[in-house]
């Protein structure tokens, strides 16, 4: 028996994860290291989707601030995406993991075209799914695409992964007296404008209790005990909700 506490999860990725201490681009090293983490979540008989993003290549808003339209920036950061995609699902089959890309803009030569019950399918066979090009339309981020996909295929839980562990009450990296909070609700995170995800993305999880759980992506083993029912970082969810139990040491 799988000492997994989900059964299936979406991962939540961004760009800038993949471009290691270079600041731009793809690290082949940490690219590795990425797919290794989730090699041992497959292998646990966790379905597993990944939404990623594209800012380690071409990030939207930045460009549509300084004079460029922003549609125009916005399609342009969705292709980024799918490079980071398809380089994701090279680490990953390289190291024996089955993997599709599902992209919402169609690109048919290198990428499936997204349908929700072929995503389903791909999931339910043990593949690992990414979703690239965010939503498919303009002016919506990658947080709100893996919101809306994670609820879409199903997922017991939208996994975040950042550079810090967990949420605060402000930037810890800038604020030496930060308090990281273990546990907020939907409503607070929003009023009180925390760094969890954008407001639209935040929004789609409270109306369907979607809990997120935002942790460290730089210590490795992490998305393993998540799955494990570890709790680790900062847990979105509902007052009601219940967080699955830790498997207990020595049983599997």
């Not at 760009?15 to 690219?31: H, K, N, S, T």
């Not at 969705?78 to 994701?88: C, E, F, G, P, R």
Request: glycine share 10%; aromatic share 6%; hydrophobic share 40%.
């Amino acid at each position: 028996m799988s000492k997994a506490r989900f059964q299936r999860v979406t991962l939540k990725l961004s760009g800038e994860a993949l471009q290691g201490a270079q600041g731009y681009g793809i690290d082949p090293p940490v690219l590795d290291t990425i797919a290794g983490e989730l090699k041992a979540v497959v292998e646990l008989g966790v379905e597993t989707a990944v939404v990623i993003g594209g800012g380690n290549i071409f990030r939207g808003v930045k460009a549509s601030a300084k004079g460029m339209d922003r549609a125009t920036a916005d399609y342009m950061g969705m292709m980024a995406t799918v490079m980071n995609a398809i380089a994701l699902q090279d680490g990953l089959e390289r190291i024996g993991v089955y993997t599709r890309v599902l992209s919402a803009i169609e690109i048919k030569e290198v990428a499936e075209s997204y349908i929700r019950r072929r995503a389903t399918r791909h999931l339910e066979k043990g593949r690992v799914v990414i979703f690239a090009a965010g939503t498919g339309n303009p002016y919506f981020t990658t947080d709100t695409a893996a919101a809306l996909r994670a609820m879409e295929v199903g997922s017991q839980v939208l996994l975040k992964a950042t550079k810090v562990d967990g949420v605060y009450d402000k930037d810890p990296l800038e604020h030496a007296d930060a308090v990281r909070f273990d546990r907020v609700e939907y409503l607070d995170v929003l009023s009180r404008g925390l760094h969890v995800m954008d407001a639209t993305a935040i929004s789609l999880c409270k109306e369907n209790n979607l809990p997120i759980v935002v942790f460290d992506m730089l210590a490795t083993g992490n998305i393993e005990r998540v799955v494990c029912g570890e709790r680790l970082g900062t847990l979105v969810a509902p007052k009601h909700y219940e967080w699955p139990q830790e498997q207990p040491p020595g049983r599997s």
